[in-house]
């Protein structure tokens, strides 16, 4: 296959094909490692959405006859695809976001795993039976798609994302609108292709590219059922509170401040080396990041710095075409500046700057989004930097006294997205996860996002509505039940009419 939408004017994906946009909008698609506009992606009007909603709609009814299993072969196709293609699609998705080449892999290879789940879709839809209910009566509920459904990426997962978002979703039957990142559109029009060639048929993947006013229409328009949207946390409460008062089922995942705790009975030098890979990989722009590090005790404290001081200086930081770094450049100028802003306020607010990467050597001409790792100690919970979630390589240590002291902190901070301690105790483990208010929760393990068969998604304000990214759940969250009671008369059976609410007294 051919990547013919590498730089240039991209289109939207409508109906099975790549069509032109029309609202005369457009907004500029960066290889963040060089800092250079690779591509302009046009940004659809209310109209151009409807359009693809209309498509959509009349697509669906044809998909959703088609058997689970045969939906399920599709869905095989596909997948077989993106293996056949890892290579390229890696390719696709470190020039638009600038993450490493194994850090691509990884996302892709974990998105796979909410495919592995979506081609289950038969057993994972099968529905309840009971025999004799009543008086010759059964009853069952079964699974049925939606119709039409959207979702909305953020920019930090390209693929994997939307592959968590959309596979099951497709899979049951639904026909799906996808409205990815206007910076990092590439990857979700590279996977259009995949499905075309998988074979599913036209108007049941969409990719609309836009913003805000695209995805105004979606959270407004009757025909969508259903959005899962994966973002920052203030659009996830915008999309929650606008979809859920246009009676839509609504699951918006937001962000994350994600601390690792570290007992003073734990393996410093170990889990130092967690702490680099989860802190710093992907230039700390995933949800579940560690954000910072909570030391109980100051002996802790001091040792985990000093040793954390000395491993940060050997991180490498550069562009992806140089096999060797550890971690790539922040998505755009205004990511840049914004992480810079959050360190120049956090030192301001009296935090100690440990390690500054806020000029880091990579090369004399290059213009790419680059920050180095920083790490700032003395952090108090009543900084703006440990308040809000920093989407750059900018780490904190927030020095405790104990472990009762960690959790309250933990709970009392807005943010549930994911937390880890490290430890060899098995009770502060245990008190840990029964007491901690977060929804993802490791022992040990740097970053808990759990397998693809698992459901992901935090709690308090890491997310809003029921329904979750990965995992069993999208099931649920992309089908209605319905229960059906069912009679067969024989010539003898009784058809009286009764006016008493039925019930199992009457034993009809
Ligand atoms: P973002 O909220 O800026 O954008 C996400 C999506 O919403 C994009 O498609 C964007 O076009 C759209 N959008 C942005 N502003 C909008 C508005 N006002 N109205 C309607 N739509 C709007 O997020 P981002 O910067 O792309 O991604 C990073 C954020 O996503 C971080 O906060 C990160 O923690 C979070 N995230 C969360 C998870 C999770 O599973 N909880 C996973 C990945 C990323």
Not at 55 to 73: D, I, L, T
Not at 173 to 184: D, F, T
Not at 267 to 274: I, Q, R
Request: aromatic share 8%; with cysteine; proline share 5%.
């Amino acid at each position: 296959m051919t990547v013919d939408q590498k730089v240039r004017e991209l289109q939207h994906f409508i109906n099975g094909s790549l069509v032109d946009g029309t609202s005369g909008r457009y907004s500029d698609v960066y290889n963040p490692s060089t800092g250079e506009v690779i591509a302009r992606v046009p940004l659809a009007s209310r109209e151009e959405v409807i359009t693809a909603i209309e498509n959509a709609k009349a697509a669906f009814p044809a998909w959703k006859k088609v058997s689970a299993g045969k939906r399920a072969e599709v869905v095989q196709r596909f997948r077989q695809l993106v293996s056949e293609n890892i290579e390229e699609l890696i390719e696709v998705i470190c020039e638009e976001s600038g993450k490493t080449k194994e850090d691509a892999k990884g996302e892709i290879t974990r998105g796979l795993e909410s495919v592995d789940l979506a081609i289950n879709v038969a057993h994972m839809t099968k529905g309840e039976y009971s025999v004799n209910v009543g008086g010759g009566i059964n009853a069952y509920s079964a699974k049925y798609p939606l119709g039409v459904v959207a979702a909305i990426s953020p920019f930090n997962f390209p693929v994997m994302v939307p592959l968590a978002q959309t596979s099951m979703a497709v899979a049951v039957g639904n026909a799906v609108i996808l409205k990815p990142s206007e910076k990092v559109p590439i990857s979700a029009l590279y996977m259009s292709n995949l499905w075309k060639e998988a074979g599913l048929p036209d108007g049941i993947w969409t990719v609309i590219n836009g913003d805000k006013e695209a995805v105004d229409e979606l959270l407004e328009n009757n025909t969508i059922e259903a959005i899962s949207f994966v973002g920052s946390t203030p659009v996830a409460e915008h999309i929650y509170q606008k979809g859920t008062s246009y009676n839509k089922r609504v699951a918006a995942l937001g962000g994350g401040k994600n601390f690792m705790v570290v007992m003073p009975d734990a393996d410093l030098e170990k889990t130092a080396n967690a702490f680099l890979g989860a802190a710093y990989g992907a230039a700390s722009q995933r949800c579940m990041a560690i954000s910072g590090a909570i030391p109980v005790g100051k002996e802790t404290a001091d040792k985990f710095v000093a040793i954390l001081k000395e491993k940060i200086a050997n991180l490498k930081v550069g562009p992806y075409t140089d096999e060797t770094v550890d971690f790539g450049p922040v998505i755009t100028q205004q990511s840049k500046d914004a992480v810079l802003a959050a360190i120049n306020k956090g030192i301001e607010e009296g935090a100690q700057i440990v390690v500054d990467g806020r000029n880091p050597k990579i090369s004399e001409t290059s213009k790419g989004f680059y920050l180095g790792p920083t790490l700032l100690d003395e952090v108090t919970p009543s900084m703006e930097i440990y308040e809000k979630e920093v989407f750059g390589p900018a780490r904190i240590i927030v020095r405790v006294e104990s472990l009762q002291e960690a959790i309250d902190l933990i709970n009392d901070h807005e943010l549930g997205n994911g937390v880890t301690i490290f430890t060899n105790s098995g009770a502060a483990a245990r008190k840990f996860q029964e007491e901690i208010e977060v929804g993802m929760v490791g022992v040990n393990v740097p970053i808990p996002i759990p397998v693809g068969y698992h459901n992901f998604g935090g709690l308090k304000r890491s997310k809003f509505g029921e329904g979750y990214m990965f995992g069993p759940d999208q099931a649920r969250f992309f089908t209605k039940v319905k229960t059906i009671s069912e009679r067969w008369l024989e010539e003898d059976d009784e058809t009286a009419s009764t006016f008493s609410f039925p019930s199992n007294e009457s034993g009809k």
